[in-house]
């Protein structure tokens, strides 16, 4: 396998005149893109940058978001993405942790740099996209870069080199730098193509921000499999739908609370989605209820679920469309994470012991994988606790595999909740609360309890006038009455992050104040 920028070059040379990327109204071909990276290669080697640097990114989707991953990359360097929902001191504390020393914001982002530019400890040039009348010492990206000639140092790539270093959304403490290499991609890229059945027609849309291993890695996908990519600016649900309809999307990955979303708004059924040929979706649980409505939106589209994290490079399982039959022999899959990618082994440990468990037995997921990250950045403690010596990564997540091999995902292991001494995932029961006809979104959460240390709490977004008995009622006639909540709250919105993953931490604070432990 060749590093991922030779592989680029090779798609230039090979169809030159081929659109690499559509964003907007804006349409770039491979001959273009690849003179483009170099020139962003160029201007990062003018400014210090050499192999081994990093380079900071705080912006939504777009062309030179993936320009600026393979120009880095040409000269050795590592794209660090940083989420643009952060406040500007998570910013800060990113960008310092990487050692930064080119820190590229787009225009929304002018007041996060602004707030933080002198606690900036490494970074000697600051770049504006769309910065046209930035003042010194400040740069205008596009004058950056068209300053600078197509002509980078010549450096060869080894593919166990690191490619881009994503941070962890910090939903469990502090962000870390995951090092994913060259090799990391190119042991999934492959699999991708032909699970997705790929071909020199597909149109794939990123809609995932590029901070996120989905985002990022399917803007890498385009690239590799040589077709054409839509960049959506940010996961905007009507966006998306419009776009698929102008570019006559092929294929796309989307997070569940988007085809949530897709079904409650009229303005997405007028939209002509029928280019579409396969749907991938992930990140976060899915209900029953919403992925039928949403194969119901899509009668003529392929569905696969897949499994991942970005320790793992993204997705090492996948539900196949061959196993989305509500009504087949086996509806019962449809809540499973599908079975492992090849050369990926899984195994169910207790998280206390380490000892493997058997089938049906719900522990620890284990992911023994190419994909596995090499590392998290100047983390060597955690990531000796994270990836084993044996090669096996812990992956933090609960779930159990069945006698088929299939994989079943509970919850977080730390956001499991043990009431009474019976350990209670919060998955199981959300799942359950979303069959409900007048529940529209929930989360559950473990809250303080004097008898049971902690009981289940369901926050619940309604769509009718359900009362807070019926829906406890509801989850006693199909749970086993300890896993179900004790008590209802009403909101209007459950919090997420752009990935769709719910903020537990952020719903669980209120009940745990003035607390010694956020667990009993």
Known sequence: MQPLTDVLRERARAFPDKIAYFYGDREITYREFDERVDRVATALHAAGVGPGDRVAILDKNSIEYVEQLFGAARIGAVQVPVNYRLAPPEVAYIVNNARAKVFIVGPEFVPVLDAIVGDLEHTTHLVVIDGEGTAEPRLDYAGWIAAHDPA??????????????????????????????????????????????????????????????????????????????????????????????????????????????????????ECDLSSLEVLLYGASPISQEVLRGAMKLLPGTKFIQVYGLTETTGAVTALPPEDHDPDGPNAHRLASAGIPNEGTELKIVDPATGAELPPGQ?????????????????????????????????????????????????????????SGGENIYPAEVENVLMGHPQVADCAVIGVPHDKWGETPKAIVVKSGDATEQEIIDYCRDRLAHFKCPTSVDFVDAIPRNPTGKVLKRELRAPYWEGQERAVH
């Open 362 to 418: 719900v522990g620890e997921i284990m992911v023994r994988s190419p994909q596995n990250m090499l590392g998290y950045w100047d983390m060597p403690e955690a990531t000796r606790a994270a990836l084993l010596e044996d090669g096996w990564f812990r992956t933090g997540d609960a779930g159990y595999l069945d006698e088929d091999g299939y994989l079943y995902i509970h919850d977080r292991v730390k956001d499991m909740i043990i």
């Open 152 to 269: 980078p140092p010549a450096h060869q790539a080894a593919t166990s080199d690191v490619f881009v270093q994503l941070y962890s959304s910090g939903t469990t403490g502090r962000p870390k730098g995951v090092m994913l290499t060259h090799d990391n991609f190119l042991s999934i890229l492959p699999k991708a193509r032909e699970l997705w059945e790929i071909t020199e027609q597909t149109r794939q849309m990123i809609a995932m921000p590029m901070y996120h291993i989905a985002g990022n890695a399917l803007s890498v996908a385009v690239v590799f499999d040589g077709v054409t990519g839509v960049i959506s600016r940010e996961p905007d649900p009507l966006g998306i739908a419009r776009d698929i309809e102008r570019r006559r999307v092929t294929h796309i990955f989307l997070v569940p609370v988007l085809l949530l979303f897709w079904q409650g708004m009229p303005e997405v059924a």
